[in-house]
């Protein structure tokens, strides 16, 4: 089959195939791999390309040893919220989670390598696929609630599938981060290794999942999602349109503001 895929010249990953294991990695520094639009789109489209490719097995999703990535750009964020046409808004919004589907509906085995910290979007991202591993420093987190919106791109059912539903709701709701021996407890990493060791530990989890007849293996992959993602999209399909309320509340604009000036905000419920 064509290797276009691995010889293009990605603007913000960096893609590397050995045989049936192809690593995508987020090539973002600069902006602590932020999930802009383009990183987006990039992630979406790569994804789409090897979503049925028989001759991918395994496909590891990393960032770099400083943090797999920090979510959404907030600056991003408040501006659409002040943009007047919600539909327009509406539609921009449906990457972040059209993002997460298409890593979700590949039929190889996706395994993400986390170092550092994994924030917002990037752990929406990380959850839609098949497993985690993270070093010992890394750590998850969302401060969506506490800066005034709700946690979108469909993330939820998949973090109470993971954490069960008390866990995934003080996850969730509180906004503290999670440190990986606390994400390995709750079911939301498969494994933790030594500092650094994050994609050693998941090209492991990758030789062997190659090792293996690879039919049964996606057939028991997709015969669990459909098990256990059957009511996903029905509890979340209003996600972004709660999104698209709480961007445009006063408690959302106080949130951004007491986060850049580095103070607690003061909500009002307006």
Request: net charge neutral; charged share 25%.
């Amino acid at each position: 089959m064509s290797d276009a895929v691995f010889d293009r010249d990605w603007t913000f990953l960096k893609v590397a195939r050995d045989g049936p294991i192809v690593t995508v990695t987020l090539n973002r520094p600069e902006a602590r791999n932020a999930l802009n639009t383009g990183l987006m789109q990039e992630l979406t489209e790569i994804a789409r390309l090897m979503r049925l490719r028989p001759d991918i097995l395994a496909i590891i999703l990393t960032g770099d040893t400083k943090g797999f990535s920090a979510g959404a750009d907030l600056g991003g964020v408040k501006a659409r919220g002040q943009a007047p046409n919600l539909l327009e808004i509406r539609e921009q919004i449906a990457l972040g989670p059209d993002m997460c589907r298409a890593w979700e509906d590949i039929e190889a085995i996706t395994i993400v390598a986390i170092e550092g910290y994994c924030i917002g979007g990037g752990c929406a991202l990380a959850v839609a696929c098949d497993f985690r591993i993270m070093g010992e420093a890394a750590y998850f987190r969302l401060p969506e609630v506490p800066l005034g919106i709700n946690m979108s791109w469909q993330s939820v059912p998949r973090l109470a599938s993971l954490a069960g539903p008390a866990r995934a709701k003080r996850f969730i709701i509180f906004g503290e981060a999670a440190n990986a021996a606390t994400c390995l407890d709750w079911g939301m990493a498969d494994e933790v290794t030594a500092k650094g060791q994050a994609l050693e530990g998941a090209l492991t989890w990758a030789r062997k999942v190659v090792a293996l007849p690879p039919l049964p293996v996606r057939m028991t992959k997709e015969a669990v999602n459909a098990s256990v993602n059957a009511n996903h999209r029905a509890t979340s399909i209003m996600d972004r349109d709660q999104y698209l309320l709480t961007v445009r509340s006063e408690d959302f604009l106080e949130g951004v503001a007491a986060f850049f000036e580095k103070r607690s905000g003061v909500f009002k419920g307006r």
